[in-house]
Nanobody
Framework: VQLQAFGGGLVQAGGSLRLSCAAS????????MGWFRQVPGKERDFVAA????????YYTDSVKGRFTISRDNAKNTVYLQMNSLKPEDTAVYYC???????????????????WGRGTQVTVSS
């Protein structure tokens, strides 16, 4: 299983970025896909997740209304559209996949079995 995230960069506050994560080596449509972020010295935090059928999405409170997670099962890709970015969104962003996860644990990084390399997002004030 390989996950590759890209699309990070430097953006001014209020700007937008779209992250993508391409997956291979798994039956993508059967996996829950998540995005997490981490700043140095802190734990990896949940950002958003989307279930197999794209019918349900989940967000941490701080990004609700600004970020949108989506997936294209035909392309084995999950996206994170980030709008109205703030300096506190600065972090390394990781995508993750899980074949078996419940709604109660969807925000727990320990429940995800596969991780991609992160992509840096820097928001300047």
């Amino acid at each position: 299983v390989q996950l590759q995230a890209f699309g990070g960069g430097l953006v001014q506050a209020g700007g937008s970025l779209r992250l993508s994560c391409a997956a291979s080596g798994l039956t993508f449509s059967t996996y829950v896909m998540g995005w997490f972020r981490q700043v140095p010295g802190k734990e990896r935090d949940f950002v958003a997740a989307i279930n197999w059928s794209r019918g349900s999405t989940y967000y941490t409170d701080s990004v609700k209304g600004r970020f949108t997670i989506s997936r294209d099962n035909a392309k084995n890709t999950v996206y994170l559209q980030m709008n109205s970015l703030k300096p506190e969104d600065t972090a390394v962003y990781y995508c993750a996949a899980s074949p078996t996860i419940t709604v109660a644990t969807i925000s727990s990084p320990d429940k995800y079995s596969n991780w991609g390399r992160g992509t840096q997002v820097t928001v300047s004030s």
